[in-house]
């Protein structure tokens, strides 16, 4: 059978797999040590014997009410996230090569503190990780915007529904650079069609 062993309210299994279930886990920023979120509950399961070569190989991954709180004073941005979930299917990642393709799905809301917008989001799409190369694609990427609907009968601004598709959307960190391949973005009655590259993705976008 397999351990066992129970503390506070993280639970962890072992053999053949690690399974790792936690609660209420603060996340801190590592800029100023302040308190940058929380995860409301998580769940991992890692396979062991793949670790031995040096791979990771998760069985799934599941996220559930995360709160998020991006803050760029410099810039003047506040972003916050809440009520986060995020799930994966099966993964395998290794040191070298990327990733076989893996089902992802996020969902919640987004809230543009110093606009004061909010929009509930729907995301699914598969991912391709290189770790390595430090080049991750997305593709047949179907992401869903809404009026938050704590401000929906609020007076003022409020983001128009969208929806937006994309076959293919590659994020190279080593670069900062972001390509969006035949984009359609649906919203407000208008339709927008075309190709998306950025750069400076991670530090101060163009």
């Known amino acids: 059978s397999a351990a066992q062993r129970q503390e506070g309210e993280s639970l962890w299994r072992l053999l053949p797999a690690l399974a790792v279930e936690a609660s209420e886990v603060m996340l801190?920023?590592?800029?100023?040590?302040?308190?940058?979120?929380?995860i409301g509950r998580a769940r991992l399961r890692v396979a062991l014997l793949p670790l031995l070569r040096k791979e990771i190989s998760v069985q799934g991954l599941r996220l559930e009410d995360l709160d998020l709180e991006l803050r760029n004073q410099a810039e003047g941005s506040h972003f916050q996230g809440e009520g986060l979930n995020l799930e994966t299917g099966p993964l395998r990642l290794g040191l070298e090569g990327p990733t076989e393709p893996v089902d992802l799905t996020l969902s919640g809301s987004l809230r543009d503190l110093e606009a004061g917008l909010g929009a509930d989001i729907s995301l699914t799409t598969r991912a391709i990780l290189d770790l390595g190369r430090q080049?991750?694609?997305?593709?047949?990427?179907l992401l869903e915007m809404s009026p938050e609907q704590a401000s929906a009968d609020q007076e003022g601004p409020?983001?128009?529904?969208?929806?937006?598709?994309?076959?293919?959307?590659?994020?190279?960190?080593?670069?900062?650079?972001?390509?969006?391949?035949?984009?359609?973005?649906d919203s407000a009655g208008m339709r927008l069609q075309g190709r998306l590259e950025g750069t400076a993705v991670t530090s101060s976008p163009e």
């Open 158 to 185: 409020r983001l128009p529904p969208l929806t937006a598709t994309a076959p293919v959307v590659t994020v190279n960190l080593a670069e900062e650079t972001l390509g969006v391949d035949r984009f359609e973005l």
């Open 28 to 38: 801190v920023s590592s800029g100023d040590g302040e308190p940058g979120g929380r």
């Open 135 to 141: 080049v991750h694609r997305l593709e047949d990427v």
